[in-house]
């Protein structure tokens, strides 16, 4: 039987920042802008005044402390409050395309491979900038890789559901190996005059090579011992972006055409169904979490991450067990848990195990549990 190994991972940080305290002076800017502007209406009675962004919240209720992104100055102008992104023409590789290669030809030279060696891309995130062509097969002509590609969305749990389906084209012989790519441009999405959720994203790209054993070197990467997918059908986390907006003009710029989301549950519904699908997965292959050196999981929330590692093991993890990226990257969507795997993997020995797992809309949750060659 082929086996599937994850010889190579790469990540795509962009250059600009921003700190909290930036972010939240631009937020407090807009907000003092709208209630000048409304001042009569608020005193009426008729419009709600804005209430004022903090720092400290943001990190205490969520870990974050700076994000990543495409563009700042866009998403720091208090009369605009989005970033500026610039159309590009056809003729010119798309943003999300440029990403992808910077990642993927990191993971590539990780594993000691060129394209040549690769028969698939799958661009797997939260948002992709066009429907078609696929950006996967924008990125394929890109690197010159022979053979297919496509784009899938599961929102955060983009990744893990991809490194399945690459783990399935490896294993029955349809790929000798596949790229999975994870360009995600959050700040794109995210509502930036929303109090509740203005500091939850940061913009990055993560690649993964996933390979036939046989064609890599003793020792080298990560073996996937198993894949667990589970989804659950909630309106907690939403966006309700689509080619259908046009056909109904009411709705157009709506706030439901951003990311929202309902928090609390989030957090409440999410974390034991997190636990429990880690726990049923690592018994389903013989393991229990006393075996575990290591949790990748998916960085929307530190208190979160914290819970469910705790539900996982039984007792408090310690950040060598539950690496932390969020404060530095905030909530990247679907490559969250691939950086922090990219990051913290090297320090593991032979047959160290680890488990990489995704969860956030849908719901959705991707559980691979991988053991160090
Ligand atoms: C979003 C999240 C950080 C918010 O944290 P929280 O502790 O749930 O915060 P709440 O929304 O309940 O708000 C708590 C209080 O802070 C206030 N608040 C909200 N945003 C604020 C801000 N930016 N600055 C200051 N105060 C703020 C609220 O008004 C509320 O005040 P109240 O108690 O007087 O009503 C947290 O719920 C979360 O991360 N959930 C998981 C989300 C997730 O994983 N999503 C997956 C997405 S892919």
């Not at 400290?56 to 974050?64: D, N, R, V, W």
């Not at 949790?295 to 929307?300: D, F, R, T």
Request: glycine share 8%; net charge negative.
């Amino acid at each position: 039987m082929i086996k599937a190994v994850i010889s190579g991972t790469g990540l795509y940080t962009p250059p600009a920042i921003i700190e909290n305290d930036e972010l939240v002076e631009a937020f407090n800017q807009y907000v003092e802008l709208f209630n000048n502007e409304h001042a009569d209406e608020i005193a009426r009675g008729e419009v709600a005044a804005l209430q004022p962004s903090s720092s400290a919240f943001i990190e205490k209720a969520s870990g974050i402390k700076r994000r990543h992104v495409i563009d700042r100055d866009g998403i720091l102008d208090p009369h605009r409050m989005t970033p500026y992104i610039p159309e590009r023409s056809n003729d010119e590789p798309s943003v999300q395309c440029d990403m992808a290669v910077a990642a993927s030809k990191e993971a590539l030279a990780q594993a000691g491979k060129t394209a040549a060696d690769v028969d698939a891309v799958i661009v797997a995130c939260s948002n992709l900038q066009r429907p078609y062509p696929a950006i996967a097969i924008e990125v394929q002509e890109a690197l010159g890789i022979e053979g297919f590609a496509y784009d899938m969305n599961v929102a955060c749990s983009s990744a893990t559901f991809g490194l399945q389906a690459a783990v399935n084209s490896v294993e029955n012989g349809a790929a000798r190996s596949v790229l999975v790519v994870s360009p995600e441009i959050c700040s794109g999405h995210l509502n930036f005059r929303d109090r509740d959720s203005h500091f939850i994203f940061g913009d990055a790209c993560t690649a993964i090579l996933v390979e036939r054993e046989e064609d890599t070197k003793a020792g080298q990467g990560f073996e996937i011992l198993g894949t667990r997918l589970k989804t659950k059908f909630s309106n907690n986390i939403r966006n309700n972006f689509g080619f259908l907006n046009r056909a109904d003009e009411s709705g157009i710029g709506k706030a439901d055409k951003l990311f929202i989301q309902q928090g609390r549950k989030v957090f409440k519904e999410v974390s034991p169904l997190v636990a429990e699908t880690i726990q049923g997965h690592l018994a389903s292959l013989s393991l229990s979490p006393d075996n575990l050196t290591r949790m990748w999981l998916h960085q929307a929330n530190l208190n979160m991450n914290q819970l469910i590692a705790r539900k996982v093991l039984g007792r408090d993890a310690s950040v060598e067990e539950a690496p932390v990226i969020l404060d530095e990257y905030a909530n990247t969507s679907s490559a969250g848990s691939i950086i922090a795997f990219h990051k913290y993997k090297d320090d593991l020995k032979a047959g160290d195990l680890g488990v990489i797992c995704s969860f956030g809309a849908g719901y959705s949750i991707g559980s691979v549990v991988v053991r160090h060659r």
